[in-house]
């Protein structure tokens, strides 16, 4: 967890950047999941730099980011994010950003979708548009410094304003810990800290009330993907830690294993899948269903998978789980589908 160091209050005027609109982010339009980067257009600003970084009262601390140290606001005011995950985030605690890079992926936890869609865009986490973030005056750039990006990306932010960039874990599910970065990041890290309580608590009420069922069955997490064959993801995946916490077994493929998950052709399936008693397949937010997922579950192959055969076979909304509310959300699904294995 960052910790804070104060540092004397700061006084020098604020004076934002002014970028040539002509100038665009050159990053790759791909998937912020599966995205290839490309390298950020040269981003030009006034010579005397970006704004106050002080926030409210003009005091600044010192936190950890994926590049090393960097001083924020110690209470900031205007917040754009160029990720959706932090923003996720931020309003579990009670924050709504200044602006937001789009949602590309999973969709909005639906109690967020009308607060999500007043808060202004500023293009997407492959593709950000500088000029929009600038405008917005941010006294804190926040996001996600994930592989596919340009690793100067913080560099160029933080000529706009103040920029911490957490780093990218290796397991998708390491989600907890940036949204409790993110909170604290806005001093708010009390109320993360109290979703998190909330969220362990609701896990141990599941592995305690569903222990004999818990106990006798393997699951699996399936998702479609591009180019035929499928996916079947691993423990710390999205919501597979989410399975994990509650006490879930996964099956023989993927028990044990770290990152997001492997990938299987269909006609691996039945094999791969035999000893999993319940498949959970991907789904948004609401329940939709992709069309890679969609080809996957209409497979002859897949259909054999003995789950499937014996009507165990169900979608999982919210499968890309990224913050706290967000989990609750899957532990609540899961309560009504262990009932009925």
């Given at each position: 967890?960052?910790?804070?160091?104060?540092?004397?209050?700061?006084?020098?005027?604020?004076?934002?950047?002014?970028?040539?609109?002509?100038?665009?982010?050159?990053?790759?339009?791909?998937?912020f999941?599966?995205?290839?980067?490309?390298?950020?257009?040269?981003?030009?600003?006034?010579?005397?730099?970006?704004?106050?970084?002080?926030?409210?009262?003009?005091?600044?601390?010192?936190?950890?980011g994926a590049s090393g140290p960097v001083e924020i606001p110690a209470n900031p005011q205007r917040i754009v994010c160029t990720d959706f995950y932090t923003t996720y985030a931020l309003l579990d605690v009670g924050v709504t950003p200044a602006a937001t890079a789009q949602a590309?992926?999973?969709g909005v936890l639906p109690e967020y979708q009308q607060a999500y869609d007043a808060i202004p865009k500023v293009g997407t986490p492959t593709a950000l548009n500088f000029e929009a973030i600038a405008a917005q005056s941010p006294d804190l750039i926040l996001g996600t410094q994930v592989p596919s990006l340009p690793a100067d990306l913080g560099a160029q932010l933080s000529g706009i304003g103040p920029t911490l960039l957490l780093p990218a874990a290796a397991n998708p599910g390491s989600w907890g810990e940036r949204a409790l970065r993110?909170?604290?990041?806005?001093?708010?890290?009390?109320?993360?800290?109290?979703?998190?309580?909330?969220?362990?608590?609701?896990?141990t009420r599941i592995r305690e009330q569903h222990a004999a069922t818990l106990g006798r069955t393997r699951w699996a997490l399936v998702r479609g993907s591009s180019g035929g064959g499928f996916f079947s993801d691993y423990p710390t995946s999205w919501s597979g830690v989410v399975l994990a916490d509650a006490g879930f077994r996964f099956g023989q493929f993927a028990e044990g294993k770290t990152?997001?998950?492997?990938?299987?052709?269909?006609?691996?399936?039945?094999?791969?899948?035999?000893?999993?008693?319940?498949?959970?397949?991907?789904?948004d937010t609401r329940g939709g269903v992709d069309a890679n997922t969609q080809t996957?579950?209409?497979?002859?192959?897949?259909?054999?998978?003995?789950?499937?055969?014996?009507?165990?076979?169900?979608?999982?909304?919210?499968?890309?789980?990224?913050?706290?509310?967000?989990?609750?959300a899957v532990q609540s699904y899961l309560e009504t589908i262990v009932p009925r294995v």
């Open positions: 967890m960052a910790t804070a160091t104060p540092t004397r209050p700061t006084s020098r005027p604020t004076v934002r950047p002014t970028v040539r609109p002509a100038l665009r982010s050159a990053l790759s339009r791909r998937g999941l599966a995205g290839t980067g490309g390298a950020a257009a040269t981003l030009v600003l006034a010579a005397c730099g970006g704004g106050d970084a002080g926030g409210a009262g003009g005091a600044t601390r010192t936190v950890t590309t992926v999973g993110t909170a604290d990041a806005v001093n708010r890290l009390p109320q993360g800290e109290q979703l998190r309580a909330s969220y362990d608590q609701h896990a990152g997001a998950g492997g990938r299987l052709s269909y006609e691996q399936a039945p094999a791969q899948l035999e000893d999993c008693d319940v498949v959970l397949h991907l789904a996957l579950l209409a497979q002859p192959a897949f259909q054999q998978v003995r789950a499937v055969r014996e009507g165990r076979l169900f979608p999982l909304p919210n499968y890309y789980c990224s913050h706290y509310k967000q989990g609750d």
